[in-house]
């Protein structure tokens, strides 16, 4: 339902990320023009589209209140340990590792989705992205992530390419599986436009700047290129074991992993989430249209 309360949420939720996307350095600079209490505090704000959100429906509760106050703030501080105890340094830290398994299993099991009404636990998802972002970007001020949505023809064409080496393995081994059914229907040019938009809004670029910005960033300074990208595209297939099932969709599992190392080809050449978010959302344009 869309309402003033659920639209002023929308609209918060959503400054985070646009203001890191698009004006990279702006975040880092405010962030550090504050004392040291205040900026690890600041993310606490995250509650308040929970608390806009719910008190219109009807279904506050004061421990998701806490919790979405609290989380940002503790990984918050993580995070800006880890980065004095390397001496502002960014090769690795066990925090890092910490932050990104509690992101990553609150999203992928759905831990905090039964805190909101009926179709709005996206904003679940977006807090925490929010959350990472502010800790990872403003805190940590991880470098080399490559979170720049002002997209260049570089990125289109790094993106493109690499959609064009996958296409071909992810249709026999889909097909192969019965897991891909082919569909010649044309829904119009509009539905085609808007699809992959979304996709690249609201799930390529958060998983992207997740698994390649952040993840398979940081495994590398650990494990070596060729290694991260594989260990990172094995935890993207992972991701998805409970999609579409009711317990592990071992097909959905394996064309994920196959496309992981796609994704994290296109991030890698210039490093750049911009750049592997277009493989990602036109190969999810593309079977959620023709091959669902």
């Not at 179709?119 to 502010?134: E, N, Q, R, T, V």
């Amino acid at each position: 339902m869309v309402t003033p309360a659920n639209l002023i949420a929308a609209a918060l939720t959503l400054i985070p990320l646009f203001v890191a996307a698009f004006f990279p350095q702006l975040l880092a600079e405010r962030a550090r023009a504050l004392p040291v209490g205040w900026r690890l505090l600041c993310p606490a704000a995250l509650s308040v589209p929970y608390l806009l959100v719910t008190c219109a429906d009807g279904t506050f509760r004061w421990g998701w209140f806490a919790l979405y106050a609290a989380l940002p703030v503790a990984i918050a501080s993580l995070l800006w340990q880890a980065g004095r105890t390397e001496n502002g340094g960014m090769r690795r830290n066990w925090r890092d590792f910490l932050v990104l398994a509690v992101l990553g299993l609150a999203v992928d099991l759905r831990w905090f989705e039964s805190a909101w009404p009926p179709h709005l636990a996206i904003f679940s998802k977006m807090l925490l992205l929010d959350a990472g972002i502010y800790g990872f970007l403003a805190i940590r001020q991880l470098d080399g992530v490559g979170f720049d949505l002002r997209l260049r023809l570089s990125d289109a064409a790094i993106g493109f390419k690499e959609l064009a080496w996958y296409i071909p393995i992810g249709l026999a081994l889909g097909l192969s599986l019965g897991f891909l059914h082919l569909h010649r229907n044309w829904p119009g040019f509009a539905p085609i436009v808007g699809a992959w938009i979304f996709t690249f809004l609201f799930i390529a670029v958060p998983e992207e700047l997740f698994f390649r910005g952040w993840l398979q960033n940081l495994l590398e300074r650990r494990i070596g290129r060729v290694p991260a990208l594989l260990l990172t595209a094995a935890l993207f297939g992972l991701s998805h074991f409970n999609k579409r099932a009711v317990y592990f969709n071992w097909r959905y599992v394996l064309l994920a992993a196959v496309a992981g190392i796609f994704y994290g080809r296109a991030w890698r050449q210039q490093r750049r989430v911009g750049a592997s978010a277009i493989t990602h959302a036109s190969v999810d344009a593309i079977w959620s249209l023709w091959l669902r």
